[in-house]
């Protein structure tokens, strides 16, 4: 089934929150932030910008009727600073005015004396002085201190990976409005919708109830707007508060880029220990998370980060920890793995580098260790229904790897200008969020009277394509045309208590809502059918909107059906609640289960480097990929592509920087590379592995957001490839994203 969302958006006609009609009235937000990264606030004068014609109110801290307090994980983060700034960008007021252009206008009226204080900017920096977030965090799995003294071969190494700014098309935005008894409707670019509908409350010290969020669709998320979005949202609401008005707050991309967070930047140190034979016997990482000036999700990450610290290999020591840094910069947050890939990238890096070390292809090394049925995740956690070795065996067969080496090496050693680099990388991600309360959700079905459907869910369609497999799933179950199904916005007071749609779940955990309201929903309406014509109800189906009984074809429609339900009062709405079972997690001890299923896959990533000028281009991407039993395949490829395009650019081009003092360099798409069409590989091919799917799967279709991105990290390792061919006393580094610059460097070094 194709996206029902295509024509809308090539249209563009697509609802997006600076698309919502504003009220007569409306006025426009622009936030004044700090210039600086760290110091405290002696004063502050906007005398001039409360002047300017236009200028409405200026709202601070000692406006705010609730708690300044918009912290999840850790309540540390304000929503206003108050006397002091901890970070450049941080929000301190904001201003509204009957336009945004006078806002802006008065935001460069505002003076402010700021005394400045010490600034850190990096992990490593950030542990030496004892600056964190919280406690660290350890996995553990056997006896890594005995195992190393059985090693054959060890190897140490330093690993650094930068940032990612999501750099959704739609940048943060809310519109907030009054409604009766002192309510207020919010209508948010969110992941969150309970988030903010919660944080709201908590500010402007009212229940719940009070707000209402809505949310039409995202231009984009990638993790940037699953707590990031709030903020916005809130100081929306809070001018509507006092004004009595609505209040329209859209971020330019400029202030979007230097007042969010983006994917955090990892400092980590291993240890990895072989036998002879190359099995990986030991294994140790510390990861130094730059977290920023709050905890924002930098906890949840960082156990993400321990989950996926061996990839899709196991190994029967293993001691991990990970250190969240505090930091004066803006906290960052969640982004496409979820830091699944900053785990990844440290343990590939060390087999990487044990190759080198041996003289031996990484490949080898890679090939003997990866997992294999009920082996043991650092964890606790047992692997089952494992597909790591068919998704390398199929990458290997499919795609002809021998030939393929061969090819590389025939080039390289009839080619001095250029060289080609080669590099498989295998992917084992576990789906679920790793918070067990969080992994449930609700569905809200109505059959109206004249047979259509309508379904309210907590997902958040934000271009992934959520909103076409809600609609394939009651389609299917009531088996009715698709346009009789309609799915409406993401709504706290249709569907509350919700977890954001993030962390790959979305489908899997809003889809079965979906499915068990809709089956219950049938289950009605084949018992007034059961009564009329005394049968079984396991006799009765529903095909293409008629009805069978034992197989036979009877003189009764779905509309018709449905009309003789409403006459015998049956209900035909139904609010489903769906907790995924199974699952769960000790952290007094870090052991548990806290994945419902694995995705796996394997990539094959071909580059060529221009040797006299560093740049390079990607041949081909070749992946064999663990999609279960797709509900979409056009949708789940279109994810699987742009996630392999989105951590190439990770390791490739994406490169944060920020000043000694804290400001963003990297602050317009003049400064920030991400890939263009010149910089996608050549060539995706995309084969699915032959599996039965798995039951924790919505209708067994795994879950296909954040996994594929991580094919993304065997460029990294190609371009070191060709290098290596070029100059053979070039020394493996590991230090993100491998610019052309960092190309040019190694060849010549």
């Known amino acids: 089934m194709k996206n029902i969302d295509s024509y809308n958006h090539v249209r563009g006609e697509s609802i997006y929150v600076d698309d919502v009609n504003v009220r007569e009235g409306t006025f426009y937000a622009v936030v004044f932030y700090s210039p600086k990264g760290h110091g405290i606030i002696k004063n502050i004068d906007y005398s001039k910008a409360k002047a300017l014609e236009g200028v409405e109110r200026i709202f601070t801290y000692r406006d705010i009727p609730g708690e300044n307090q918009i912290g999840g994980i850790i309540p540390d983060e304000p ?88 750099l959704y098309i739609e940048a943060q935005g809310a519109y907030a409005e009054p409604l009766e008894n002192g309510n207020i409707k919010i ?70 880029l230097r007042m969010t967070g983006k994917r955090h930047p990892y400092e980590s140190i291993y240890k990895i220990g072989l036998t002879k034979d190359l099995k990986i016997l030991a294994y140790e990482a510390e990861f130094l998370q730059n977290s920023g000036a709050a905890a924002d999700l930098s906890p949840a990450i960082a156990e993400r980060t321990l989950f996926h610290a061996t ?18 910069l803006p906290p960052n947050t969640a982004f496409r793995g979820f830091g699944g890939p900053q785990g990844m990238f440290v343990i590939e890096s060390a087999i990487a580098k044990a190759a080198s070390e041996i003289g031996i292809s990484p490949r080898k090394i890679q090939e003997v260790n990866l997992l294999s049925e009920n082996d043991e995740f650092s964890y606790g956690q047992i692997a089952t229904k494992v597909e790591a070795r068919s998704s390398w065996d199929s990458a290997k067969k499919s795609f002809d790897l021998e030939k393929l080496e061969q090819e590389v090496n025939d080039f390289n050693n009839n080619n001095n200008a250029f060289k080609k680099g080669l590099s498989l990388m295998p992917i084992t991600f576990g789906i679920s969020f790793t918070n067990t309360p969080m992994n449930h959700a609700r569905a809200l079905v109505h059959i109206y009277q004249d047979g259509s459907v309508g379904i309210s869910t907590a997902a958040v369609e934000m271009g992934q394509g959520v909103n076409t497999k809600m609609l394939q799933i009651a389609a299917q179950v009531f088996s009715i045309d698709n346009k009789k199904v309609k799915i409406e916005t993401t709504n706290t007071t249709r569907v509350a208590n919700t977890s954001p749609s993030a962390a790959s779940s979305t489908a899997d955990l809003n889809g079965k809502a979906v499915l068990k309201a809709c089956n219950i929903l049938l289950e009605r309406l084949k018992e007034v059918i059961a009564e009329e014509h005394k049968v079984e109800k396991y006799s009765i189906e529903i095909i293409e909107e008629v009805v069978y009984i034992n197989n036979k074809k009877i003189d009764l429609t779905w509309n018709e059906l449905v009309g003789k339900a409403m006459l015998e009062r049956v209900a035909l709405s139904e609010n489903a609640h769906y907790a995924t079972p199974i699952i769960h997690f000790d952290k007094t001890t870090e052991k548990g289960h806290p994945f419902a299923y694995h995705v796996y896959g394997t990539a094959i990533t071909i580059t060529t480097i221009d040797c006299m000028r560093g740049t390079y281009e990607f041949d081909a991407v070749k992946i064999a990929h663990d999609y279960g039993n797709s509900m979409s395949s056009g949708i789940d490829l279109g994810q699987v592509e742009g996630a392999l395009v989105q951590g190439i650019g990770w390791m490739t081009m994406e490169e944060i920087s920020y000043a000694n003092d804290g400001r963003l360099l990297s602050n317009a798409l003049s400064t920030y590379k991400v890939p263009d069409i010149f910089s996608v590989p050549k060539t995706i091919e995309v084969i699915p592995l032959e599996t039965d799917g798995n039951d924790m799967a919505i209708l067994k279709s795994k879950a296909v957001g954040e996994p594929p991105l991580m094919y993304g990290i065997g460029a990294y390792f190609a371009l070191q490839n060709a290098i290596k061919a070029f100059n053979s006393n070039y020394k493996f580094k590991f230090h993100a994203p491998m610019t052309p610059e960092k190309v040019l460097i190694g060849l010549y070094e």
């Open 311 to 328: 990839n899709s290999y196991f190994v029967p020591h293993v001691k991990t920890t990970v250190l969240s840094c505090k930091t004066n």
């Open 79 to 166: 929503l206003f600073a108050e006397k002091d700034v901890h970070f450049w960008g941080q929000p301190i007021a904001l201003i509204v005015a009957k336009s945004e252009f006078t806002a802006r206008q008065a935001r460069r009226l505002i003076s402010i004396d700021i005394e400045e204080l010490p600034i850190i900017t990096t992990a490593k920096e950030a542990k030496e002085k004892g600056s964190f977030i919280n406690a660290p965090r350890s996995f553990n799995l056997g006896d890594t201190e005995k195992a190393f003294e059985a090693c054959d071969y060890i190897f140490e190494g330093e690993t650094f990976s930068n940032g990612q700014e999501q």
């Open 187 to 256: 209508t948010s670019s969110t992941q969150g919708p309970t988030a903010v509908q919660k944080t709201a409350a908590i500010v402007l010290g009212l229940a719940m109830h009070n707000i209402e969020v809505d949310v039409t669709r995202l231009g984009g998320g990638f993790g940037g707007k699953e707590d990031q979005a709030t903020p916005w949202a809130v100081m929306a609401a809070l001018a509507t508060y006092h004004l009595k008005q609505s209040v329209k707050l859209i971020l330019n991309r400029h202030d979007d």
